[in-house]
């Protein structure tokens, strides 16, 4: 993640510590959320007068109207230990199994005292896959998106489609204006050619 809120968030990102507590849900509307978030925001470098931008980057084509009905309904509440191993992902910067902090809980879980990465290569060579980036996204950044692609290198090329869209953010692929016709269409017609 590339945004100044979103480098800052998973290093203070206190999951680890709630979670051992027995806090199961993490409600992003919550008063703990918003209390943690207000201290981010007192962060230099961090703008919160923008929150979506400051999480997901700069977006093109999102309408108010759309972005005021998505934040009444979003974001849900997830589970703590999703929180906290998205931040451990983040704060370590490989994709790995969840990090339970102590050598034998590791063991007991994934057989290792460290957990492992996640071997991209163990994908199904022929599966099917469509991947659709864009250009300002702060949260799956090219650079990111890049790195998955080197690991998909063995991947049967008639099998994997994607889509690099230059001036789209993250938000811009679930409600942006022309999110139907740029995205939705080319994921119906994969999903089409599957058949």
């Known amino acids: 993640m590339n945004t100044a809120l979103g480098v800052l968030a998973p290093r203070g990102f206190v999951g680890e510590i709630t979670t051992l507590f027995g806090i ?11 209390a943690f978030l207000k201290a981010l925001c007192g962060h230099p470098g961090v703008n919160c007068y923008d929150l979506l931008s400051a999480i997901t980057g700069n977006n093109c084509c ?17 589970a703590t230990k999703n929180m906290v191993h998205l931040a451990q992902t983040v704060r370590e910067g490989i994709i790995e199994n969840f990090d339970y902090g102590r050598p034998d809980y590791n063991m007991m879980r994934c057989g290792e005292p460290r957990p492992p990465a996640y071997n991209i290569s163990n994908i199904a060579r022929d599966l099917p896959i469509f991947i659709s980036y864009g250009g300002q996204d702060a949260l799956s950044d090219v650079e990111d998106v890049q790195l998955l692609l080197d690991h998909l290198n063995f991947h049967d090329v008639s099998k994997l489609s994607i889509q690099y869209i230059q001036d789209s953010a993250h938000a811009d692929f679930i409600m942006g204006i022309n999110a139907k016709d740029v995205v939705y269409n080319q994921v119906v017609q994969f999903f089409e050619n599957q058949q």
């Not at 199961?24 to 918003?34: D, H, I, L, T, Y």
């Not at 999102?62 to 997830?78: G, I, Y």
Request: proline share 7%; no cysteine.
């Open 24 to 34: 199961a849900e993490f409600n992003p509307k919550g008063q703990e959320a918003s």
């Open 62 to 78: 999102l309408n108010a109207s759309t972005v005021d009905l998505f934040l009444k309904n979003e974001p849900q509440s997830t």
